[in-house]
């Protein structure tokens, strides 16, 4: 039973234009969300966080919203760039600091 | 400043043999994590260390799995023997631990690649 779903396994999207990922969650007690991206033969790098105590969250290019009465979230990045090609995963965590639940991941193809 | 380093990058066995994975995570980081990400799905969680307690191992195979991390820096990870199922890509990753500024974020190493034949 997956806990963390990204129900969309792909997405491309022209360069400058704005891509948006989704991720929905189903259990009630997540409260801190975090989203890494993941070139090929390299491990997730973080992008951005978001707890629970708040809906929106900016950082750069990058902005992160969270729906909890939906138990969804996303992530809007604005203009996107080929370099944001990657695969974008989803992480919840119920406690702060302790275990993360990763969603299964959206490939982000961005073309120029 | 480095980043969480791991090795073997790539590890090619055939099935039965033994296989072991290591980890250094960054310096400070109390909290380690050993993930295993199957192609085409998420990492999902083996093992978490709170400096040398394993504070949650219940995602891990026992039966063939073990890990230990001796005096609270590195740590190692052990299959044996090894099964066709297990050719995945093993992450590890650390954080600052629980109540530290940015505690709850994870900083992932490059990955070690395990095919089983």
């Known amino acids: 039973d997956q806990q963390v779903k990204q129900n969309s396994p792909s997405l491309s999207v022209q360069e400058g234009r704005i891509s948006i990922l989704n991720c929905d969650y189903t259990?009630?007690?997540?409260?801190?969300f975090l989203w890494y991206k993941k070139y090929p033969a390299e491990g997730p790098t973080f992008l951005i966080s978001?707890?629970?105590?708040?809906d929106k969250n900016e950082d750069g290019r990058f902005t992160v919203f969270l729906n909890k009465s939906a138990k969804h979230l996303s992530l809007h990045i604005v203009p996107s760039q080929p370099g944001d090609s990657a695969v974008y995963f989803c992480?919840?965590?119920?406690?702060?600091?302790?275990?993360?639940?990763f969603g299964p991941g959206t490939r982000l193809s961005v073309l120029p | 400043e480095a980043g969480v380093v791991q090795s073997p990058r790539y590890k090619i066995i055939e099935k039965k043999q033994p296989v072991a994975f290591w980890c250094n995570p960054i310096?400070?980081?109390?909290?380690l994590y050993w993930y295993r990400q199957n192609l085409g799905q998420g990492p999902e969680l083996l093992i978490r260390?709170?400096?040398?307690?394993?504070?949650?191992d219940s995602q891990l195979p026992k039966d063939r799995f073990s890990a230990e991390r001796l005096k609270g820096v590195d740590s190692t990870l052990k299959i044996q023997p090894a099964e066709l199922g297990d050719s995945a890509v093993y992450l590890c990753?650390?954080?600052?631990?629980?109540?530290?500024?940015?505690?709850?974020?994870?900083?992932f190493g490059a990955g070690s690649r395990l095919t089983v034949l």
């Open positions: 992480a919840a965590s119920g406690s702060y600091g302790q275990n993360f639940v």
């Open positions: 310096s400070g980081h109390n909290t």
């Open positions: 978001i707890s629970s105590i708040k």
């Open positions: 259990n009630s007690m997540f409260d801190y």
């Open positions: 260390y709170e400096n040398e307690e394993a504070v949650d």
């Open positions: 990753a650390s954080s600052l631990g629980q109540g530290a500024p940015g505690a709850n974020v994870l900083t």
